[in-house]
């Protein structure tokens, strides 16, 4: 029987990368952001070995990041940033084992900036619209941060990394089907009341070959339509930090107010980098399985959780906040337990569940 690191390793390869390594895809680049993955990663490249593939990984922990921009300089950090770009053009496809950068907090928002502009984006150059997958491996240090027993902790994780996350295909239809025939999205609660357009950008199923866990539905709004208000209550993480009350007012697509609770400062900086300052994606959760782990990559895709990423859309459209030169992207999660939203003036969600005729069959048993 295999193990949850091996079934995971098996998910990845057969099922969120299938399509690249059918097309021909050989050359695999794994991508450590996580201390606490790199045994795993081992098992990612034993698994892509026995699958005939050719496998390598390098690391690129926060705390290294930060230690060398403060001991040698952001120079030093930009020729590190090269190599790794170098290294990036030689692979095909890549796995990055994700975790929030805590250790950013040492930087000023100067830093983070010049950060992102100096060596992000030469990976981000580099991969260009390479096929990939982010996964969001069980770590220690988060059990202790939630004050969570860490085999309680690992074994909820595992087991929602490793669900069969081709079902999301078929639950989703009958939501896609409605969103594919949708020009215009609002949603309305007393902390919310936005209207983006759709019309003519194809929806998408959020199944686990992006990221893991995963299971939801993506719409790339058409960028200067975003008109309204959001306030994000739930805590996020923005450059290692925790965003708190989040409130953004948008006009015409841009936004045009930003305030939040904590690290007001890091927001207005954020809004300055190109592109960040647009909506270039909205998603709806809908995975009934995951554990209430307050992480983003849980947040993302629960059932009856939403999410605006300001910065690049995943669609390259000329309608969308896609342009060339931007690689921001921060996803803003909230609740939708007391939000309507209707698709073209026809209500869909109302209550924390779908009222939608067609769609009650997606509320889980105690929704429906």
Request: glycine share 6%; proline share 6%; with cysteine.
């Amino acid at each position: 029987m295999l193990t949850k690191d091996q079934q995971l390793a098996q998910i990845a390869f057969t099922h969120s990368l299938q399509r690249a390594l059918q097309g021909g895809a050989q050359k695999i680049g794994v991508i450590c952001q996580d201390p606490g993955a790199v045994q795993f990663v081992h098992t990612l490249i034993n698994t892509g070995r026995n699958l005939n593939l050719v496998v390598t990984a390098i690391n690129q922990f926060a705390k290294d990041e930060v230690d060398r921009i403060f001991i040698r300089g952001m120079d030093a950090m930009v020729r590190v940033g090269q190599q790794r770009a170098n290294w990036i053009l030689e692979q095909d496809v890549f796995i990055y084992m994700y975790r929030t950068p805590k250790e950013f907090q040492k930087l000023t928002p100067e830093q983070i900036s010049e950060y992102k502009q100096r060596v992000s984006r030469l990976a981000f150059a580099a991969r260009g619209h390479k096929p990939w997958v982010a996964i969001s491996y069980p770590s220690r240090e988060y059990a202790n941060s939630q004050l969570m027993p860490w085999n309680a902790l690992k074994d909820a994780w595992m087991d929602a990394l490793t669900v069969d996350y081709g079902m999301f295909n078929q639950t989703s239809a009958p939501l896609m089907e409605l969103m594919k025939k949708t020009s215009t999205v609002r949603l309305l609660s007393s902390s919310i009341d936005l209207t983006f357009d759709v019309g003519g950008i194809p929806p998408s199923v959020a199944n686990g070959t992006w990221n893991l866990p995963s299971g939801g539905v993506n719409w790339a709004p058409i960028a200067s339509s975003v008109q309204g208000f959001v306030l994000s209550e739930r805590p996020f993480p923005m450059d290692g930090r925790q965003v708190e009350d989040l409130f953004l007012r948008f006009d015409k697509g841009m936004v045009v107010q930003a305030v939040s609770t904590t690290h007001q400062d890091w927001v207005s900086e954020f809004l300055t980098r190109p592109g960040a300052d647009k909506v270039g994606e909205f998603s709806f959760g809908l995975n009934p399985f995951l554990p209430h782990i307050d992480h983003p990559m849980f947040l993302e895709y629960w059932m009856g959780t939403a999410r605006i990423a300001l910065g690049r859309s995943h669609v390259d459209h000329p309608d969308t906040n896609s342009a060339e030169g931007i690689s921001v992207h921060w996803d803003i999660p909230f609740s939708m337990k007391n939000v309507r939203m209707y698709f073209d003036d026809i209500l869909v969600w109302k209550d924390g569940r779908f009222v939608h005729p067609k769609l009650l069959i997606l509320n889980p048993p105690q929704a429906a």
